[in-house]
């Protein structure tokens, strides 16, 4: 047995930990609304008797979590496909997954929902502490084996944090106690790019005992690839671009929770996930060989790179692209008129959502922007 008694701020919760959790999400009084959103034919308490039910945070994610994402697809989307799980089959013990970022809450419990389908274990999450708004989603997050990556600190806290995060993560994944997931930057990315902090990669390497290339490969470092065909909450995102541009953007009290709540129920097309070849031994190798910061920098490129080609992009990408270059190379081949007027259609009806105050070319343009960098990107 693991201990992670120098942990206790970080971990997730324990069985025991969640079962008492869950009873006290049960008895919410918004989870009937919840129940009733997510399995209209049952009756209103279904949800919370089941979680009353629970005796395990397996049995929790295996039987309820599973069953809401279930019918979150169903609900929201034209279906979920997976390429590339057969990658996790091959690894010895567990392994680090290090996905782009797009939605706060959808993104890790998919790969979750992915791997599960694949018959793998469930994976820990590395989850921001600004996400923990209340005590109904510390709950619920810390139950679905969220590691709490602290916020809002001090650069020295920060610093500490990260450490004490690092150490969890290698001991985890070297004792085969579980495998991680972290996304590849702090935050989602708003503007359709996906990148690597390399920050991310010196933290990795924080708590190794051995030289660079060791402390690498020892990690089992999975690139995975989240790809939306309606990026979620993507007006917010152009709205939070614009704002951002004429001072720093303050987020208000619960605006994380109304994104994770717009992530939820806004209508998503299809997704896909793909999960990447592992970094190879040869791939750290080279990277070793680099002199200082280049060989995170070099970790980086190739990270990035298997990231971004496992990106499948839709014709929304391709109208995107278009449309922000003012050019119609994909028309007819990735896409008709009719999908284009659509496309349109749907940009001014999520633009009319937001603020009047706000300028309507420069929020089309950014909008457009948000689905055609990854055609650019790849």
């Known amino acids: 047995m693991v201990d992670l008694s120098e942990f206790e701020d970080i971990r997730p919760y324990s069985d025991e930990e969640a079962v008492e959790a869950l009873k006290r999400v049960s008895r919410h009084p918004s989870l009937p609304m919840i129940s009733k959103y997510l399995f209209p034919k ?156 390399q920050g991310l990669l010196k933290m990795f390497d924080m708590s190794g005992e051995h030289g660079f290339e060791q402390n690498f490969k020892e990690l089992n470092i999975v690139p995975m690839s989240i790809s939306y065909e309606y990026e979620p909450c993507d007006s917010r995102k152009a709205r939070e671009i614009l704002m951002s541009r004429d001072a720093p953007y303050v987020k208000k009290p619960k605006e994380d929770l109304h994104s994770i709540l717009t992530g939820i129920r806004q209508r998503k097309g299809h997704i896909h996930l793909s999960v990447g070849n ?48 003012g050019t119609s190379k994909y028309l007819g081949v990735k896409y008709l008129p009719e999908d284009l007027e659509a496309f349109k259609a749907y940009t001014e009806h999520k633009l009319s959502k937001l603020e009047r105050r706000l300028d309507r070319d420069a929020l089309r343009d950014i909008f457009w922007h948000i689905y055609g960098n990854p055609v650019d990107d790849i």
């Open 278 to 325: 592992p970094i190879t031994a040869e791939e750290i190798e080279e990277a070793a060989a680099q002199s200082g910061n280049d060989r995170y920098q070099h970790l980086r490129g190739i990270l990035d790179q298997r990231i971004r080609s496992g990106y499948r992009l839709w014709k929304t990408n391709y109208m995107g692209y278009d449309l922000m270059k």
């Open 42 to 197: 049952e009756n209103l308490d279904f949800l919370g008797s089941t979680l009353r039910r629970i005796k395990s945070i397996d049995e929790f994610q295996a039987v309820v979590m599973v069953g809401v994402v279930t019918a979150v697809l169903a609900r929201t989307s034209e279906g979920f496909t997976c390429s590339g799980m057969s990658n996790l089959m091959g690894l010895d013990g567990k392994f680090l997954a290090v996905s782009n970022h797009r939605d706060i809450v959808l993104d890790p419990a998919l790969i979750l929902f992915g791997m599960h389908d694949a018959g793998l274990p469930f994976a820990e999450l590395c989850v921001g502490s600004n996400l923990l708004s209340n005590k109904l989603i510390e709950d619920l997050m810390k139950s679905n084996r969220m590691i709490k990556v602290i916020r809002g600190i001090s650069a020295r806290q920060m610093y500490l944090n990260s450490q004490t995060l690092s150490k969890y993560i290698r001991l985890s994944i070297t004792s085969g106690n579980a495998s991680i997931w972290v996304a590849q930057k702090e935050g989602r990315s708003k503007n359709g790019i996906d990148k690597t902090e």
